[in-house]
């Protein structure tokens, strides 16, 4: 096994990633997070760009970045990301016509005036 296929194997990159954790331990969560950094903060992303991502050909997931946008405030960058770990910079499909087509991955923040917000967000 090649180093890289026991990472991913190690990371279990695969569809089910993730799982229903449930108000109380989420709030909990939350909670702890503020306790230890005095920092809250969400990021909202609308279901159009979430369901455009995870439509791509061979995408398994969203990998999540913190990042700084423009105005050096922080927000997130989503990318889909394959079965081999690998973020979906470029993906290729069929198009309409039949033909093979290689296109840019998609890249996402810009959530608007609905971005980053640094209250503290009741579950």
Same mark, same amino acid.
């Given at each position: 096994? =090649?180093?890289?296929? %026991?990472?991913? /194997? /190690?990371?279990?990159?695969? %569809?089910?990633?993730?799982?229903?954790?449930?108000? !109380? =331990?989420?709030?909990?969560?939350?909670? @702890?997070?503020?306790?230890?950094?005095?920092?809250?903060?969400?990021?909202?992303?609308?279901?159009?760009? =979430?369901?455009?991502?995870?439509?791509?050909?061979?995408?398994?997931?969203?990998?999540?970045?913190?990042?700084?946008?423009?105005?050096? /405030?922080?927000?997130?960058?989503?990318?889909?990301?394959?079965? !081999?770990?690998? $973020?979906? =910079?470029?993906?290729?499909? $069929?198009?309409? @016509?039949?033909?093979?087509?290689?296109? /840019?991955?998609?890249?996402? @923040?810009?959530?608007?005036?609905?971005?980053?917000?640094? @209250?503290?967000?009741?579950?």
């Amino acid at each position: 096994m =090649l180093k890289k296929e %026991a990472l991913i /194997e /190690e990371k279990q990159l695969h %569809a089910n990633v993730g799982e229903h954790i449930g108000y !109380e =331990l989420g709030a909990k969560m939350i909670k @702890d997070y503020y306790d230890k950094y005095q920092e809250a903060g969400s990021q909202f992303v609308g279901r159009n760009i =979430l369901d455009q991502i995870l439509a791509q050909p061979g995408c398994i997931g969203i990998k999540i970045f913190k990042a700084l946008n423009e105005a050096g /405030e922080k927000t997130y960058v989503l990318t889909g990301i394959n079965q !081999e770990g690998q $973020v979906m =910079l470029e993906v290729t499909a $069929v198009n309409p @016509d039949g033909e093979i087509k290689k296109s /840019e991955g998609i890249v996402a @923040d810009r959530s608007g005036n609905q971005g980053w917000f640094d @209250d503290v967000i009741e579950l």
